[in-house]
């Protein structure tokens, strides 16, 4: 008969290897290389990529990847290893970390968890809300590497997890946490990362996924609506993104009345360089400088317990 044994992937976008030029190219390589973060057609995109975008983008990423770089590596690799041993802890069970660009690799992750005798696999990409440049990303892959494997387990394949309501308990204990903290703000924005709105257009729920963890949250914490603004943040390129764009906004608040300002980025299920450097730092100073008076940043969920909590029961629903 035969065992049923069940294991957790963990699936996160990745990160640079260290805060160097080199490493750094390796990464945006892969990473830009998909064609689910970039279709532009590959004979155009590879010349662009490899000639411009590489050579020029790399030594200025790489400066910021060190400007928030920890002791123990960079600061998503940091929260993803202890969300895997935290998770792990919680459900007895093998959990393994595989990352979409970078390493650890999906294929050392899906390995670990087949060597160990792994039947049933319940696989939870780290980003709340579904998109094609994310979500879809962890599937191609995963299809890539199971092409190898003569024999396959169980997958249960966890879409996204928007609007769960231990997903937004713990965004509104963080949330209160600031509050408590710092006072509540004149206007609390929660900034997503962009796609481009042709990928909306072309069937990308995303945006409405977004609104969906928005409207949840806000109704959780007791805001009226105009308290709360949702944005998009980390365009890429020159076809239009997801609007309003969160540097845009944050350059225009003070004008509005906006004096003091709380951004977190719900999105993001642990800290690295986007809400470190590009929220926390580059949208602080946009804001300040054009009048704002306060700006805190809401760290990103990390390992909070209320977090793994989440995680634990995403994936015991699935047993």
Same mark, same amino acid.
């Given at each position: 008969?035969?065992?049923?044994?069940?294991?957790?992937?963990?699936?996160?976008?990745?990160?640079?290897?260290?805060?160097?030029?080199?490493?750094?190219?390796?990464?945006?390589?892969?990473?830009?290389?998909?064609?689910?973060?970039?279709?532009?057609?590959?004979?155009?995109?590879?010349?662009?990529?490899?000639?411009?975008?590489?050579?020029?983008?790399?030594?200025?990423?790489?400066?910021?990847?060190?400007?928030?770089?920890?002791?123990?590596?960079?600061?998503?690799?940091?929260?993803?290893?202890?969300?895997?041993?935290?998770?792990a802890q919680r459900?007895?069970?093998?959990?393994?970390?595989?990352?979409?660009?970078?390493?650890?690799?999906?294929?050392?992750?899906?390995?670990?968890?087949?060597?160990?005798?792994?039947?049933?696999?319940?696989?939870?990409?780290? +980003? $709340? &809300?579904?998109?094609?440049? !994310?979500? /879809? =990303?962890?599937?191609?892959? *995963?299809?890539?590497?199971?092409?190898?494997?003569?024999?396959?387990?169980?997958?249960?394949?966890?879409?996204?997890?928007?609007?769960?309501?231990?997903?937004?308990?713990?965004?509104?204990?963080?949330?209160?946490?600031?509050?408590?903290?710092?006072?509540?703000?004149?206007?609390?924005?929660?900034?997503?990362?962009?796609?481009?709105?042709?990928?909306?257009?072309?069937?990308?729920? +995303? $945006? &409405?996924?977004?609104?969906? !963890?928005? /409207? =949840?949250?806000?109704?959780? *914490?007791?805001?009226?609506?105009?308290q709360v603004m949702?944005?998009?943040?980390?365009?890429?390129?020159?076809?239009?993104?997801?609007?309003?764009?969160?540097?845009?906004?944050?350059?225009?608040?003070?004008?509005?009345?906006?004096?003091?300002?709380?951004?977190?980025?719900?999105?993001?299920?642990?800290d690295c360089l986007?809400?470190?450097?590009?929220?926390?730092?580059?949208?602080?100073?946009?804001?300040?400088?054009?009048?704002?008076?306060?700006?805190?940043?809401?760290?990103?969920?990390?390992?909070?317990?209320?977090?793994?909590?989440?995680?634990?029961?995403?994936?015991?629903?699935?047993?």
């Amino acid at each position: 008969m035969r065992q049923d044994k069940p294991g957790v992937l963990l699936v996160n976008l990745g990160t640079p290897d260290a805060p160097t030029t080199p490493a750094v190219k390796r990464y945006l390589k892969q990473f830009l290389g998909d064609p689910r973060v970039v279709d532009t057609p590959r004979w155009l995109w590879w010349p662009i990529l490899n000639g411009i975008i590489l050579p020029f983008r790399s030594p200025r990423v790489s400066k910021l990847y060190a400007s928030v770089w920890m002791e123990e590596g960079s600061p998503l690799m940091v929260y993803s290893k202890r969300q895997r041993e935290a998770l792990a802890q919680r459900l007895n069970m093998p959990v393994a970390l595989g990352m979409s660009y970078g390493s650890p690799s999906l294929k050392s992750a899906v390995d670990s968890l087949m060597e160990q005798g792994v039947t049933r696999l319940i696989v939870l990409p780290l +980003y $709340p &809300q579904f998109s094609c440049s !994310t979500v /879809a =990303a962890v599937w191609d892959g *995963l299809h890539s590497v199971f092409k190898r494997y003569r024999s396959l387990p169980d997958i249960q394949f966890i879409r996204d997890y928007a609007e769960h309501p231990a997903y937004i308990a713990a965004l509104k204990a963080s949330v209160e946490r600031s509050f408590a903290q710092h006072g509540q703000p004149d206007l609390l924005v929660m900034s997503y990362h962009g796609i481009p709105q042709r990928f909306a257009d072309e069937g990308d729920d +995303y $945006p &409405q996924r977004c609104a969906d !963890t928005t /409207a =949840a949250l806000t109704q959780a *914490l007791g805001l009226r609506k105009e308290q709360v603004m949702m944005t998009f943040q980390s365009r890429f390129g020159r076809e239009p993104w997801l609007t309003p764009y969160t540097d845009e906004t944050m350059q225009g608040l003070a004008a509005k009345g906006v004096k003091h300002v709380q951004v977190m980025s719900p999105g993001f299920s642990a800290d690295c360089l986007e809400t470190l450097e590009e929220i926390s730092e580059q949208n602080r100073e946009f804001f300040m400088h054009a009048g704002g008076e306060k700006f805190e940043y809401i760290p990103a969920l990390n390992d909070d317990d209320a977090h793994i909590e989440m995680m634990a029961q995403l994936v015991s629903s699935r047993l």
